[in-house]
């Protein structure tokens, strides 16, 4: 393979991109804090409305960045608001991301901690995790995508094994009825899966590195389908087998999915290890890339080298994570979090949009 | 390259090798006591205990409950290894605390043992209906589903008498929590065993406020036996009674969770007649008529005429064959008819599996009576209809 020096990416990777940051400590806990807003079994249409929803938003946000075709928001920003407001925009995002990144590095090491290495502190895991992410994101856009080529199979692959071989202990009376006490519940799921959803926004940095552009909303389409199925079919098979009651009560549901069963002769009796793997790779990809379009922020607001603000953003980063005292602190944490990105990445985008349009600013036609 | 530099490098790379270790952590495995059963009972401070505690081992707490952690693999003296079967040692070890917190109980075996227990491998909890008259299950079970060692497939069985008996066998080398985690996988050679209840259903269950049945045991000299079920009515979680195999059977039909076994009735001669289950399929249908909610199951079943001791009857004979359906549609409709007259009438609990119909059939309705529906339950009609269908006589006709 050769090597590329301009940073490009293709199309599909900017699928897998996509993904792999959607895919985060999500999947662990998504049936529960789903079920508790929605009450039935009915939360996989909230999943589907909720990835409708993500999607319009996404697709504004790819049509706003292809007003300034080669720019990322960091820069353009600017030229739509004026610079005070634009730059005031512009760290707010590059907040979001530092604290996405130390929020997912946190929980995969309060998780490890839990079911892994009990007795490994906390700094060591963090640490180790942060210097190999800070290695891997100091090579640019291109490393990181040829990386989550490799982990996204991978990921689906052990992901699609552990919930098929949890089928012996699904029951489907778990998920019926459908639609039992109406439309309401799926609505009031709708906050919780559009956060689910969240990874979409880095669509506001990503059509700037594209070959193609013009390609952007496919690839956010594609791109979001890959988790929907992958939550769609976890959230199915853990409330079936731990029935929406039970879903409730488990901190951590998908986890004590695959903790509920053995399969004797087989090689490996447990499979909770490898769902911890694959997902730690997971938790990875999207620290690396919310700690890289950070970075990246950064360095354009600033218009500076990337490279020692990456290295500079390591102990804010771990400052922030080891912040939450306690597990209800920590999840409050990220509650905050993804609600201030529905406003940054929901609302703002349409409103950039709107103005752009309205004052025609930036290039209308862009030559691909 | 500057020599003296190559000689840094090389120095500092040995170095970092220091730096990997590896696992400085690691424990032994056959240094550890792993936990494979658990039995809790009514707190009663065993001779052993009384006698520690006058020595005294004692530390602030209500005797509330015994636990019996049955652990493995069991030291053995190089003497005992080469005597053989003379004198059998059991494989397990019982080590019985008593006091309050079960997780306190569990750091308490510390200072009895210097082996560290781990529980990643525990199979059984067996808890005595003694204590769980007296206890909330959710109260008992609370650190087990809350520990990060202990995995949720662990089973949970009851026990007439004392749990810790039921971790105990006569038979040397068997160790009784692993005999009580396969003996439920016979479901398929006799009805009366219930579908393994494991931590996660159960968590989810007492969650949902509804009634449910444990596995029941019953040991004697040593040897323990699956008899029965015990009923724990639901909200307050605690056990009510028993239904004995009889029932047990039918609630199984009802459920919809044969999965092989046998019918057994006899004729008007009173010879012996049985049907071997092949395979059985249930549906319960709800009908709402205003507050009257009322059930209909209807069972089918495909078998084969196992076994009859009036042999002047050939089963080749069509007439017979009919007879012989109508008898064992008889005997199951009897079965049925005890069953629900038992949890209807004695127990008031709905353990059939009938709220899940109703909150999948009409979900408005289930919505309005679920706080209360053990109380509806008992009101409610049940109707049942059963089809036996003998499709053949195995290998001998006559």
């Keep these: 393979m050769f090597t590329r020096t301009d940073d490009k990416i293709t199309t599909a990777q900017t699928v897998v991109i996509i993904s792999c940051y959607m895919l985060g400590s999500g999947v662990l806990t998504l049936p529960r804090t789903l079920t508790e807003r929605v009450k039935t079994a009915d939360g996989w249409i909230s999943l589907i409305l909720g990835w409708l929803i993500i999607m319009l938003a996404g ?34 995002m590059i907040l979001y991301f530092v604290a996405i990144s130390a929020f997912q590095i946190r929980v995969m090491a309060e998780v490890t901690m839990l079911y892994l290495l009990e007795s490994t502190p906390i700094w060591a895991i963090v640490m180790s995790f942060m210097w190999i992410g800070l290695y891997l994101i100091t090579s640019g856009i291109n490393s990181i995508a040829r990386l989550f080529e490799i982990i996204l199979p991978i990921t689906i692959i052990v992901l699609l094994i552990c919930m098929f071989l949890s089928s012996k202990i699904f029951d489907i009376n778990n998920v019926r009825p459908v639609l039992g006490e109406g439309l309401f519940p799926v609505i009031r799921g709708l906050k919780t899966t559009i956060l689910v959803f969240l990874g979409y926004e880095i669509m506001i940095i990503l059509p700037a590195f594209m070959q193609h552009p013009q390609k952007g909303v ?33 901190t951590w549901p998908t986890l004590d999915l695959m903790r509920s069963f053995e399969i004797t002769g087989l090689l490996f009796e447990r499979f909770e290890f490898f769902l911890l793997v694959i997902w730690i790779m997971q938790i990875f990809s999207t620290f690396t890339i919310t700690f890289y379009a950070g970075s990246l922020g950064l360095a354009q607001l600033f218009q500076k080298n990337i490279q020692p603000i990456m290295y500079g953003l390591i102990p804010i980063i771990y400052i922030v994570a080891l912040l939450p005292k306690n597990m209800n602190e920590l999840f409050d944490f990220g509650d905050f979090v993804s609600s201030v990105s529905i406003y940054l990445f929901g ?13 025609k600013k930036g290039a209308v036609k862009e030559d691909g | 390259m500057d020599s003296m530099k190559r000689y840094f490098l090389f120095a500092l790379s040995i170095l970092f090798v220091l730096c990997l270790t590896g696992c400085w952590g690691n424990r032994e495995i056959e240094d550890l006591s792993v936990n494979v059963g658990l039995a809790l009972d009514v707190g009663e401070e065993s001779e052993l205990e009384q006698e520690l505690a006058k020595e005294g081992d ?21 003497s005992e290894k080469q005597s053989g079967s003379s004198k059998s040692s059991p494989m397990y070890l019982n080590t019985e605390e008593t006091g309050d917190s079960i997780f306190q109980l569990y750091r308490q075996f ?29 109260k008992l079970l609370k650190f087990i589903s809350r520990d990060n060692d202990i995995r949720p497939s662990c089973l949970i069985l009851i026990s007439k008498e004392k ?17 009580l985690r396969s003996m439920v996988e016979n479901q398929f050679r006799n009805n009366k065993i219930l579908a393994p209840m494991i931590l996660t259903k159960l968590d989810g269950i007492m969650n949902s406020g509804s009634s449910f049945i444990l596995q029941n045991l019953v040991s004697a000299k040593g040897e323990v036996e699956f008899a029965g079920a015990g009923v724990i009515k639901g909200k307050i979680n605690k056990w009510i009674g028993t239904l004995n195999e009889h029932e047990v059977e039918g609630l199984n039909w009802i459920r919809g969770e044969i999965e092989g076994g046998v019918i057994k009735t006899y004729d008007k001669s009173g010879e012996v007649l049985a049907y071997e289950i092949k395979s059985a399929k249930t549906k319960i249908k709800t009908k709402v008529q205003g507050n009257d909610i009322s059930f209909h199951v209807s069972i089918e079943s495909d078998g084969r005429l196992i076994e009859n001791w009036d042999t002047s009857q050939v089963p080749t004979d ?41 909150r999948i059939q009409h979900p408005k309705v289930w919505k309005k009576v679920k706080k209360e529906w053990d109380e509806t339950f008992s009101q409610s009609d049940i109707t049942y209809d059963v089809k036996l269908n003998i499709t053949d006589y195995g290998s001998s006709t006559k």
């Excluded at chain 1, 389908?225 to 087998?241: D, E, K, Q």
């Excluded at chain 2, 510390?110 to 059984?124: Q, W």
């Design chain 2, 318 to 358: 069509d007439k017979f064959l009919k007879e012989a359906e109508g008898y064992f549609e008889e005997e199951l409709k009897e079965m049925l008819h005890k069953t629900i007259h038992k949890i209807q009438e004695v127990y008031h609990v709905d353990v059939g599996g009938f709220n899940n119909k109703l």
């Design chain 2, 163 to 179: 749990a810790s008996e039921a971790l105990i066998s006569s038979q040397s080398g068997d160790i009784p929590s692993f005999h």
């Design chain 2, 58 to 78: 004692s530390y602030p707490k209500k005797n509330l409950i015994t636990a019996t952690l049955q652990t493995v693999p069991v030291l053995k003296g190089k």
């Design chain 1, 218 to 250: 496919k690839a956010l389409i594609i791109g979001t389908s890959i988790p929907l199925v992958l939550y769609l079919i976890t959230f199915i098979m853990v409330v079936g087998a731990l029935s929406v009651d039970g879903v409730v009560r488990s």
């Design chain 1, 59 to 92: 697709i504004c946000i790819v049509k706003l960045c292809q007003q300034f075709p080669g720019k990322t928001i960091y820069q353009f920003v600017q030229e739509i608001v004026g610079s005070w407001i634009g730059s005031c925009l512009s760290m707010l």
């Design chain 2, 110 to 138: 510390s200072l009895r043992r210097y082996r560290p227990i781990i529980g990643h491998h525990l199979k059984v909890i067996v808890i005595s209906s003694e204590l769980s008259r007296k206890m909330d299950l959710n």
């Design chain 1, 347 to 359: 609302l703002l985008p349409v409103l950039l949009l709107l103005i752009t349009k309205i004052f």
